[in-house]
Structures are given as C-alpha cells and as structure tokens.
C-alpha cells in the first residue's frame, strides 16, 4: 500500500515537525540556508528519470547534517538500548560507531578519521547507511541533506558544487559531479548489545550534535514495521520479500543480489558463494543483527575459504582452513594470516523494497 497523495503530506508535514521542532536549534542556521529547491528548477540533466524525483517538503538543509561530530567511550554511552541499531567503521586502529536514533535525526555525519574524510550517510526511509569518501577529484567536500528523494532514498548535496547524489546508485545523479561515482568503504551495522561486545574500546557518536533533539524518540512514527507504508512512489515492486525486510544488497558492476535476514535466523550462518564472477564469503545473524559480506580474495591474492568461528573471542566471526581469525571488518586478527585483509565488496544493508525498486533484476539466495 502507498500512501495517497493527501496522506502523504499530512505525514510529510507531521516528520518534518517533529525532526525540526523537537527541540530548538542551539547554532541556527544563517539565513537563507534552508530553502527548498524544486525539482524543475534543478540543472536539466539528470541521471534518473526527473519526473520521479520527489521533494520531501524538508527543504535543502532542513535536516541538519553533523558536521562536527563530538564520540565518547562506550562506557559514557547512556541513551542507547540493547537493541538499537548502531553503524560502525575502522580506519587504521580507530573504530566509530553511529547510532541509528542519532542518523535518523541527521542522516549525514560529515568526518574525518585520520587522513580519511569520511561521510556516513543514512536514510531512515529506505534503511541504508553507507560510508564514502568526501574528497573528489582531490577536493574535499561537504554533504548535506538535499531534501530529494528518488525511490524513498536519500539524494544528498555536495556544498560545494550543489550536485545532487543518489546514495544508493552511489552516483552524482545531477548537477556538475553527473556521472561522478563515489568511493565507498565498508560499514558493518549490528545492535549496540554486539557493538558493546565486539568493540569495547571504540568511539561512539554521542548526543552533542549541537541540536536539541529528543533521539529516544524514533520520528518516523511505524514506519519501520509496517511493511506496506512508503511516502513515496517507487519504480518497481517485487514481492519475493516483505517490502521493509532488511537485508544485505551485494553490487557488481550492474549485477545485485540480496541476502535476507530471514536466512540467518538461527544463528550465524555463512556461505562461500560466488557472484558476478567474484569468489565471495557471507556472513550475519539476525539476532545480532549484522550481515557482511567481502571477497574471499586477500590484498595478496590468496583465495581463502571460511567457516564460522566457535570459539570465545567476541571480536572473532570466522576462521579460514588454515586456521586464521577473522573479524567483522575482514580483518585476519590472529594465526598465520594476522594482519591480512579482504578485499571489500560493495555491499549495504537496506529494506527489500529499495533494493527491489533500485534494481529490478536481482537477484536473492
């Protein structure tokens, strides 16, 4: 069921006072910053088809980005429950976690992790958070909230030249960067009970995002359950899943395949599989909930083949035939293979219906 076009605004307006009025804004913005752009009034050439870009009535900037993110230890950690969704990434020996009540508030953490500068960028309507580089072409930029949508999913803006960007097709989809692919880095997303465990001495996104926000309160009413609520048109269904079902989406080239939660409801389960002509290795559990995938390659070449780690270490999800210690991030942390990478895979979590709407021809397991 899609919304009509009478209740969509309603709710519209329902989100968009709630995100904004939650709490008043501790650095307003200057003004002029907020403003709406129409669609038609955008460049002309658009990379998707322009008559199915929707404005979702926020206006550019009206969902503020965190440009100054502020992390505290796990332990100083207090707003989050057991089961909240949290988003994390490893850069060298640094690890950060973004809780999802945050990213739905936000969507967009601009940062900047040793040399790496870094967007995570989350979209509450379709379920994904990817991290990308922000320095294109040797220019760093900065990415804001457009407050376009193509299928449900967020468009996010570089400051710098207003190029709009899908952020699932991964692609500038309008503006001077049309065409531009950007560079991806992989993001394991899992509860924050797991996160706990497996990464004790990480960073964690904390609440001082220099806005007044009531992030226990989850603004998006029953969205997340009610598997036939969409605000927005999409371009195809498929009805092989519930359309809010998560699971992980693998990209190859124009070639995507789904891995649902619902097979990985009994504990971990993996599979060295190949896909698109990559040798690959799947790993997740739903009760954890996290779901990874990377190519069973190393940095050196070495084909590998896995299975799932029964030992007691937390940070360990898999081991390889020779008996090397593998973690969440595809990293060999101990045995002959210490210090190894996987090579990464684009791959991300994100709802059926998304994936479905943003490519048609997938395939699932």
Same mark, same amino acid.
């Not at 002309?44 to 009206?62: A, F, K, M, N």
């Not at 797991?194 to 220099?210: C, D």
């Not at 940070?315 to 008996?323: A, L, N, P, R, T």
């Given at each position: 069921?899609?919304?009509?076009?009478?209740? =969509?605004?309603?709710?519209?307006? !329902?989100?968009?006072?709630?995100? &904004?009025?939650?709490?008043?804004?501790? $650095?307003?913005?200057?003004?002029?910053?907020v403003?709406?752009?129409?669609?038609?009034?955008?460049?002309?050439?658009?990379?998707?088809?322009?008559?199915?870009?929707?404005?979702?009535?926020?206006?550019?900037d009206?969902?503020?980005?965190?440009?100054?993110?502020d992390?505290?230890? *796990? #332990?100083?950690?207090?707003?989050?429950?057991?089961?909240?969704?949290?988003?994390?990434?490893?850069?060298?020996?640094?690890?950060?976690?973004?809780?999802?009540? &945050?990213?739905?508030?936000?969507?967009?953490?601009?940062?900047?992790? #040793?040399?790496?500068?870094?967007?995570?960028?989350?979209?509450? !309507?379709?379920? @994904?958070?990817?991290?990308?580089?922000?320095? &294109? $072409?040797?220019?760093?930029?900065?990415?804001?909230?457009?407050? !376009?949508?193509?299928?449900?999913?967020?468009?996010?803006?570089?400051?710098?030249? $207003?190029?709009?960007?899908?952020?699932?097709?991964?692609?500038?989809?309008?503006?001077?960067?049309?065409g531009?692919?950007?560079?991806?880095?992989?993001?394991?997303?899992? @509860?924050?009970?797991?996160?706990?465990?497996?990464?004790?001495?990480?960073?964690?996104?904390?609440?001082?995002?220099? +806005?007044d926000? /009531?992030?226990?309160i989850?603004?998006?009413?029953?969205?997340?359950?009610?598997?036939?609520?969409?605000?927005?048109?999409?371009? /195809? $269904?498929?009805?092989? +899943?519930?359309?809010?079902?998560?699971?992980?989406?693998?990209?190859?080239?124009?070639?995507?395949?789904?891995?649902?939660? =619902?097979?990985?409801?009994?504990?971990?389960? !993996?599979?060295? @599989?190949?896909?698109?002509?990559?040798?690959?290795?799947?790993?997740?559990?739903?009760e954890?909930?996290?779901? *990874?995938?990377?190519?069973? @390659?190393?940095?050196?070449?070495?084909?590998?083949?896995?299975?799932?780690?029964?030992?007691?270490?937390?940070?360990?999800?898999?081991?390889?035939?020779?008996?090397?210690?593998? /973690?969440? +991030?595809?990293?060999?942390?101990?045995?002959?293979?210490?210090?190894a990478?996987?090579?990464?895979?684009?791959?991300?979590?994100?709802?059926?219906?998304?994936?479905?709407? +943003?490519?048609?021809?997938?395939?699932?397991?």
């Amino acid at each position: 069921m899609t919304f009509t076009l009478c209740d =969509r605004l309603i709710l519209i307006v !329902l989100i968009f006072a709630l995100i &904004i009025g939650c709490g008043k804004n501790t $650095e307003p913005f200057s003004p002029g910053t907020v403003t709406t752009p129409k669609v038609n009034e955008m460049p002309d050439e658009w990379l998707i088809p322009q008559e199915d870009v929707y404005d979702g009535g926020t206006g550019r900037d009206g969902i503020p980005s965190i440009d100054n993110p502020d992390f505290s230890s *796990v #332990e100083l950690i207090d707003f989050l429950e057991d089961e909240d969704l949290v988003v994390g990434i490893k850069v060298g020996d640094q690890v950060r976690a973004y809780p999802h009540p &945050i990213l739905d508030y936000h969507e967009i953490v601009n940062d900047q992790i #040793e040399d790496l500068y870094v967007a995570i960028t989350y979209c509450p !309507l379709t379920g @994904t958070a990817i991290a990308w580089n922000r320095k &294109i $072409e040797g220019e760093v930029h900065s990415f804001g909230v457009s407050g !376009l949508l193509y299928n449900n999913n967020l468009l996010p803006y570089d400051r710098s030249t $207003e190029s709009n960007w899908s952020q699932m097709l991964l692609t500038s989809v309008n503006g001077p960067y049309t065409g531009q692919k950007i560079e991806t880095y992989p993001l394991v997303e899992m @509860t924050w009970a797991r996160w706990k465990v497996m990464f004790p001495n990480s960073e964690v996104l904390n609440t001082n995002t220099g +806005f007044d926000r /009531n992030y226990a309160i989850y603004p998006y009413g029953p969205y997340k359950t009610n598997h036939d609520q969409l605000l927005f048109p999409v371009t /195809n $269904e498929d009805i092989r +899943f519930p359309g809010k079902h998560r699971g992980l989406g693998i990209l190859v080239g124009n070639q995507a395949k789904f891995y649902g939660f =619902r097979h990985f409801n009994e504990g971990r389960r !993996l599979f060295n @599989t190949e896909f698109a002509g990559r040798d690959i290795v799947v790993i997740g559990n739903m009760e954890e909930n996290f779901l *990874v995938a990377y190519r069973r @390659t190393t940095e050196g070449n070495q084909l590998l083949r896995f299975s799932i780690n029964t030992d007691d270490d937390p940070q360990v999800i898999m081991s390889d035939e020779g008996g090397s210690k593998w /973690n969440v +991030f595809g990293e060999a942390v101990s045995g002959p293979m210490q210090g190894a990478r996987l090579l990464p895979i684009t791959s991300y979590i994100g709802y059926w219906f998304s994936w479905a709407a +943003f490519f048609p021809q997938i395939q699932t397991l």
